[in-house]
Nanobody, 131 residues
Framework: EVQLVESGGGLVQAGGSLRLSCAAS????????IGWFRQAPGKEREGVSC????????YYTDSVKGRFTISSDNAKKTVYLQMNSLKPEDTAVYYC????????????????????????WGQGTQVTVSS
């Protein structure tokens, strides 16, 4: 059974940092892509970042480039999202999700942060950034 468990959320002041963790089990991390998504109240879920555990390729949405860093520790089966220089607009529930490699093609590789590629999701962790 695929399981994804997020941790590390909390309340932080603007300009601060948090590190989210996504502990994965029930599948081979090396053959997957793990994505981080977020959903703020009243807004649609958006892709934040993802990492291909097979080759280490990383992707970021424009609003977090230069501030967030995604990494993977395959031995620990954990993916991290280091979030620096946090802004109030980063406030959201953050979810990790697994793309288990069922998809491919030009459109897939050009749009890795679309949630339709991700089959399994964690329960989410709240991140609140105060101004």
């Amino acid at each position: 059974e695929v399981q994804l468990v997020e941790s590390g959320g909390g309340l932080v002041q603007a300009g601060g940092s948090l590190r989210l963790s996504c502990a994965a089990s029930g599948f081979t991390l090396e053959n997957s892509t793990i994505g981080w998504f977020r959903q703020a109240p009243g807004k649609e879920r958006e892709g934040v970042s993802c990492i291909s555990s097979s080759d280490g390729s990383t992707y970021y949405t424009d609003s977090v480039k230069g501030r967030f860093t995604i990494s993977s520790d395959n031995a620990k089966k954990t993916v991290y999202l280091q979030m620096n220089s946090l802004k109030p607009e980063d406030t959201a529930v953050y979810y990790c999700a697994a793309d288990l490699g069922k998809y491919g093609g030009t459109y897939y590789y050009a749009h890795r942060l679309l949630d339709l590629w991700y089959d399994d999701w964690g329960q989410g962790t709240q991140v609140t950034v105060s101004s």
